[in-house]
Each structure stands twice: as C-alpha cells, then as structure tokens.
C-alpha cells in the first residue's frame, strides 16, 4: 500500500465507526470564501491557508478545517439535535522548513445539541478516547469556561474585562494588558503627558489633520474612555494572584477540581464554573473515563483556536512528543454566535488524524 | 565557480561596487550601459550576475548564487525560515530604511501598539470590519503584529505610494519602509513609538542551498580574505 492508501483505509476505518454510532455524514466544499474565514480568524489564517483567487466568486481559501462549512450546513439545513461525521482533506501552508504536511486527511464528529452540553462535551471526548485506545496516548483537558469566569470575577470595569477576555487566546497581549490594569506596568511617558494636558482642560484634537476613516468622533469617544480608565484604581496584587492561581492549575481531574473548589471560596463568582466542571468530570466518568488518570490543565487551550469558550480536549503520542496532536476538539458555542450573526448553537466537537493513526500503527 | 549576485542597477549597484572595490575587489558593468553583464577583478574564480535586488532572496533561496547582496528586509520577507537558507556574511553599511507601522497623526489617542490593538477593536464593532493596514511586507508585517498579539486587523496589498491610502479611504494604517520619515509627516502621519519591525540595510548573504564544492568554498576562503572579513566560513554543504 502506498501511504496514502493506507492513511485511507484508516481514514474511512475511523469515519465508519463515528457513522455506527449514528451521526450523518456530512460533506463540505474544498473552497471556501476567504472572506468569512479571514473575518473569523483574523489575518493569521492567511498565513496558514491557501488563498487563491476566483474571477467571479473572489478571493476563496482551500479548506483549513472543518468546522465552519459543518457549522454553516447545519444552520442552513439542519434541525436540532443533530450529530455529524465527515472525511477529507484539509490544506495547511508551512511557514517553516521542516516535516509538517500541508495536506493531511480529518475525521471528525461534531454535536449540536443543547439537551446538556456538559453530557455532550463528555459523548465526544468518550467517542474519541475508544477510538484512540489501542494507541495508548495521552490525553489533556482543559476547560476555556474557567478562565472566562476567573476574568469576569475580577473587580475591575466592564472595558478592562472585555479588553482581557478578547485576548484570552493571545497570552503575551493578556499579560501586557494585565500588567497596565494592575499598575504594574509603567505608563508610557507619551500617554502620561496625554492624560496631563486632558486633565488641564486641554483640547487635544485642536490643530490636528484628521485624515482617514476613523472620524474624529471615534477618537474623542476613546479619549474618554482613556480618561476613565486612568481614574480607575489598579486591579490590586492580590487578585491579578488569585486569577494566575486559576490560570496555572494543572493536575490530574479530581485534584485539579478540589484546587479549584478551594479558589472558588474567595473567589464566589467562579463557582459556577467549577460546578459545570465537577459534572462534566462526572459524566466523564459515568462514561466510563478513568477521571483520576486524566489530566487537566487550566490554561489548555488558549493558543490554539480563539473560538473555542467551553471544554477543550487534545491527544497525544509521548513517544513522539514532536508530532502535532493526534486528535483534539472542544466546545466552540462562540463560534457559531458568530457565524450565525447573532443566533447560537450549542456545539462541540473534533478532529482526527488518520495519518498520525497510521503512523502510530507501524502500517506507514 | 562562484556566483556573486549584485543589484543590477541603480544606487544599490553603485554602492556594491564601491562597498567591493574599496575593498580590493573591482565589480563593473560589462557592455553597453544598460546590459546587464559584468565582471571581477581580483579574485579568480569568481562571476558576476546582475540581477533585480528584489529577485536575489529568490536566487540565493535556491541555491542559483553562491553570494548576494540585498536588503535584510526583502530576505525576511521573502523567505520562510530566512535563517536556514542564508546567511549574514556582512553589513554593507547603506541602504539603511525601517520597516514601521504608522497611523494618523491626528490620532490623538494612539501611540503604541498597545493602543493600535485597542483602536483594531472599537474601529471593528463600528464600521463592520477589521481595521486595514496598507503593506507590501505580508510576512514581516504579519509575524511581527501575531508575535505583539495585535488582533482585529486585516493586510491590504500596496506596491507602492502606501502612504497615500489612508488618505484615499483604502487603509486606515500603513506598515512602509521609511529613511527619513518625511513621506510619512507628509502625509500626516506618525511611527508608533514600539512600531519599528526591521531595522534593514544592504547585506552580504551566503546561499546554504548553493553547492559548495571545493573550488567555490577556495574562492569563498579568497574573496573574505581579501575583503577583511574574518568572520568563520559558516557550514556549507558541499
């Protein structure tokens, strides 16, 4: 067998058993309009697809993932609940030399079903643990859902908590931002001397060329808000602590869940989310996960896909710790809000590699 | 033989071929004035190619030329991984520009990235879409905002009189080359203070794509000898 015969037969091996367990199989377009992924992703998919250009249609993107056609499918057609698997290929530039492919072949499920996300995130990740058992890989979790409770707990403005949770997924712009809203920072001189001549009663804008789009009245509504926030006292020492605490929980489930039960009592509004924890790692463990060998890593998750706002799980090979994850998914409710200008679904769900199987398996 | 890849007109070429015979080595134009043909002197075993300063990365990259001089910038961005492919023989000491972003001047609240970040957001829920930044540097200017964790922004493509697109509507910021800034202030607009990207000047590169036989490592081993370069021959495959 070549080996993309082989990776084939293990592609189509997998989707079978996702299609036994009753979910409908779904295809997607390998072209897609670049436009909704650039809007949903920013400008660092361009550096990770393929874009080409199409006389009538535009600038369209060779398929990075499956989860945007799935999810557009499922609210054009689809009634709820519904539970999807799908098959193919999906294109990935490589910015850097090295042995990472471009084309690489996806299984994946995906669950719209709002019945009791929490049973749904435990289905997937269950679905995907026997698939992959034979492998005997590791498996990390993570739960996005903390880290956006843990935010919202801080006693701070609504600005600086909406500054915060948009860079959840981007670590080094949180902590930047952190360290200026804790005071920890210094103000740079430039802004200082802004706020000084605002204070004085200075118009600022006066004399200035306004050129572009951005109109004047946008500016003057951010100065404001930067005279505002300089008024607002610091987040205090103890609390950004009491958030990195959260941040850098990493333990087996039922540890990890007893740490963040503990935080929770001097932090009451993150007790929500520790509770939606707690059940989650219970119908974990109802679906017969060995919970107490599973680990949990509060910041799991945050560099990979923004849209992901609940249950993150991945799997991988320790033998071979260079390989990217063999399979990972969550839950991505933030997503289709997006998507779907305003109307939300409950989804989750996740990828395979079948290449990554088949190299495992000693068949490549 | 070993090739040597020089800008094939203009100031860049000039100034090589000062930079290279001041230095004990005589580069010039070959033919009519307008060919691109030329020679050395003082060195055996080495050739002269003429080639557009923007297509030299290209040539090095696949190992066409031995040698090459360009802007660190174009090496930057356009190669991936530029490190593994070439490498930094010498500063030439001109062509000295910086790749920055700017923005309007009259963007009182703006001076760091910091706040462009925080502008990318508010200009998002207000006009419907990402804030645009005019840039012909797609790769430097992308890896450089990713690596900030600026967000909310989109690239759009200008090959040349960038800074005129925030005036014309196209862009809202621009990321440009500039020397002295006054395009820029022209233009009315402003670096941020930690907007600088790339310090680039004109380099002497070696190709690690090249094949470096025996004879092209002995010229090499010459050439640096001669130039006053004491810099250890780097690995180089044969």
Known sequence: ???????????????????????????????????????????????????????????????????????????????????????????????????????????????????????????????????????????????????????????????????????????????????????????????????????????????????????????????????????????????????EAVLSVADKCPAALAQLAAMARDLPALTPAVDRLAARIDSLATRGID?????????????????????????????????????????????????????????????????????????? | MLKIGVPSKGRLMEKTFDWFGTRGVTMRQTGADREYSGTIEGIEGAELVLLSAGEIPRELSAGRIHLGVTGSDLVREKLADWDRQVVELAPLGFGHADLIIAVPTGWADVETLDDLDAVAAQFRRDHGHRLRIATKYHRLVRDFLTAQGVADYQLVDSQGATEGTVKNLTAEAVADITSSGETLRANHLKILSDGLIHSSQAMLFASLRAEWDAAARTTLAALLARIGLDTALPELSG
Do not use: N
């Open chain 1, 1 to 243: 067998m070549t080996p993309k015969t082989a990776i084939r037969a293990e592609a189509e091996r997998l989707y079978q058993a996702i299609a036994a367990t009753g979910a409908q199989p779904v295809e997607a377009d390998l072209l897609l309009p670049a436009e909704t992924l650039l809007d949903l992703y920013g400008e660092d998919i361009r550096a990770r697809a393929y874009v080409t250009h199409d006389p009538i249609r535009g600038e369209m993107m060779l398929r990075p993932d499956f989860t945007v056609p799935v999810v557009q499918a499922h609210m054009e057609h689809g009634a709820e609940p519904a539970r999807y698997c799908y098959m193919g290929e999906v294109f990935r530039q490589q910015m850097h030399l090295g042995p990472r492919q471009s084309e690489y072949v996806q299984v994946g499920y995906e669950v719209f079903d709002g019945s009791d996300p929490l049973a749904a995130d435990a289905e997937v990740f269950a679905l995907f643990q026997s698939l992959l058992a034979p492998l005997g890989l590791r498996a990390a979790t993570g739960d996005i859902g903390i880290l956006r409770a843990a935010v919202e707990a801080l006693e701070t403005t609504p600005r600086r908590k909406a500054a915060l949770l948009r860079h959840l997924w981007r670590p080094r712009r949180f902590r930047a931002l952190l360290d200026r809203f804790g005071g920890r920072a210094p103000v740079p001189p430039a802004r200082a001397d802004l706020l000084a001549r605002m204070a004085r009663g200075e118009d600022v804008l006066s004399g200035l060329v306004q050129t572009g789009l951005r109109s004047e009245e946008e500016i003057a509504e951010r100065l404001t808000a930067l005279r505002e926030d300089a008024a607002a006292p610091p987040i205090s020492g103890a609390e950004v602590a009491r958030l």
């Open chain 1, 291 to 364: 919970v107490a060998a599973l680990d949990f890593e509060a910041s799991y998750g945050r560099t990979t896909m923004e849209y992901y706002d609940g249950f993150v799980f991945g799997f991988y090979a320790e033998s071979e710790a260079d390989l990217p994850p063999i399979a990972s998914g969550g839950r991505y409710d933030a997503l289709t809000a997006v998507l779907g200008h305003g109307r939300s679904i409950p989804a989750v769900g996740g990828v395979i590699r079948p290449g990554l199987v088949a190299r495992l398996k000693g068949v490549l």
